[in-house]
């Protein structure tokens, strides 16, 4: 008679001393919230601690160095003040951008839909194995050429040329995605009689989002570096165009003005863009 009081008791006390095992959805995430938020605050001091250190690093070495060998960071931000000013950075880099978001866009709709079909079908993987390995392996510089000299010196054979570069790497990564796919969850959609459409959407794309993020990520780091290649070599403008001007007259502080500026565009993109489009896709699998 006496141990039932006492584990009655105890119980009690468990569960006032526990959170509750089932809670709202809305108190769930908010406790998510809570718990994530101070580790996002501090990874953002970090980063900003990780900014102000390279900054002193710079202006440490600027007062080492030469003045015309490494321009102190206010010398360099005040270039950039005067080529915002007059339009020019303004001007070159919006054209660099719209290559770059046409050749980023390119690439990542061919290479996905090939990566997938190649992770799909062994045949097709066969077949395109070969073409992969050459493709990954031809040198950027001889693609750049390649094109100017088939297709002339235009914007067409520039973003060609990038998008050429790009593609092989993202058929890559979103063929292993597709290897990756959970044969188990497509059985289960087959059982349920889902549509093709709804399949692909539901079931089987999903699952491909942290590789074709991770093919976004790295693709928009090596299409940002082809572009400059590309204007260096045989365009009118852009940024890459304006830094060979700036090479052939040895003005550091405007090379670095814009490299500073080009630099702020990806950080931004990659901060406010790619960052929160993964979280917000990948929020399923939490």
């Known amino acids: 008679m006496t141990g039932r009081p006492q584990v009655r008791a105890q119980a009690s006390t468990q569960a006032s001393i526990d959170p509750p095992r089932f809670m709202p959805s809305n108190a769930r995430n908010q406790a998510q919230t809570t718990s994530v938020s101070p580790a996002s605050r501090r990874d953002r001091w970090l980063r900003l601690a990780s900014l102000l250190v390279f900054v002193l690093v710079w ?5 080492i160095a030469d003045n015309h060998t490494l321009p102190t960071p206010a010398a360099v931000l005040a270039r950039i003040w005067d080529e915002v000013a007059s339009m ?3 001007g070159h880099l919006a054209v660099t951008l719209g290559r770059v978001v046409v050749a980023f866009t390119a690439a990542m709709l061919i290479g996905a839909l090939v990566g997938m079909a190649m992770g799909r079908w062994r045949q097709c993987d066969a077949f395109f194995d070969a073409w992969l390995v050459l493709g990954l392996n031809i040198p950027a510089l001889v693609t ?6 088939w297709f002339g010196l235009n914007d067409w054979a520039a973003i060609l040329a990038v998008a050429i570069n790009k593609i092989p790497t993202v058929i890559v990564t979103v063929r292993e995605g597709a290897r990756a796919v959970d044969p188990k969850l497509l059985d289960v959609a087959r059982a349920y009689r889902l549509s093709r459409r709804t399949t692909f959407l539901r079931v089987y794309l999903p699952q491909l989002v942290p590789y074709l993020m991770a093919a ?3 693709g928009l780091s090596l299409i940002w570096k082809i572009v400059l290649v590309v204007e260096l070599l045989g365009r009118s403008d852009g940024v890459g165009f304006q830094l060979n001007v700036f090479f052939q007259f040895f003005d550091i502080t405007g090379i ?3 490299t500073l500026a080009f630099a702020a565009v990806v950080l931004t993109v990659e901060a406010w863009m790619l960052r929160p489009l993964e979280r917000r896709l990948t929020r399923w699998r939490g």
């Not at 202006?59 to 007062?63: K, N, S, T």
């Open 144 to 149: 750049i050429i390649l094109c100017y000299v």
């Open 216 to 218: 976004a990520r790295s």
């Open 88 to 90: 020019a950075l303004p």
């Open 59 to 63: 202006q440490i070495g600027a007062l």
């Open 256 to 258: 670095l003005a814009y």
